[in-house]
């Protein structure tokens, strides 16, 4: 029996959830279904031009998996634009990413653990900021986090 996939965290949440092409009727479109988790690994490889290896320790994943991820994410993408299908986007395997600390000296970014986020874990800095942790996230393996 296969292991059960892990949570992978998920940093944004999209406002608009639904993307269909213009003056066709929904009743007549087919829909492609995109996963939270692969909307993340879009955004962060196309919109924040990150390198793989980023991407993956920013969504908790291995490299293959995160290529995995982003493989079938932007198959789907074509899928639709291509075939004129609607994108909905929900469902998937995520947590939502805690609070974040940003040290203002070396510019090094982290979730920090609980009441220890006084220093910069690369330099030592005790110049930093940490931003509040977003609402809860979904996470269809542990429920809610």
């Known amino acids: 029996m296969p292991r059960p996939p892990k949570c992978r965290r998920v940093e944004f949440i999209p406002g608009i959830t639904y993307f269909k092409p213009a003056a066709v009727p929904l ?18 490889k196309d919109i924040e031009g990150l390198e793989q290896e980023d991407c993956a320790a920013r969504m908790g994943v291995s490299r293959p998996t995160f290529f995995r991820i982003l493989g079938a994410a932007r198959s789907k993408v074509a899928d639709a634009l291509i075939n004129g299908k609607a994108i909905r986007i929900e469902g998937g395997i995520y947590c939502l990413a805690g609070a974040r600390a940003r040290c203002e000296e070396c510019g090094h970014e982290w979730e920090p653990e609980k009441g220890n986020n006084e220093t910069c874990p690369r330099c030592g800095s005790v110049e930093i900021f940490t931003s509040p942790a977003p609402g809860r996230g979904r996470c269809r393996r542990h429920g809610w986090q």
């Open 27 to 44: 009743r007549q479109l087919e829909e492609v279904v995109l996963a939270v988790e692969e909307l993340e690994a879009i955004r962060l």
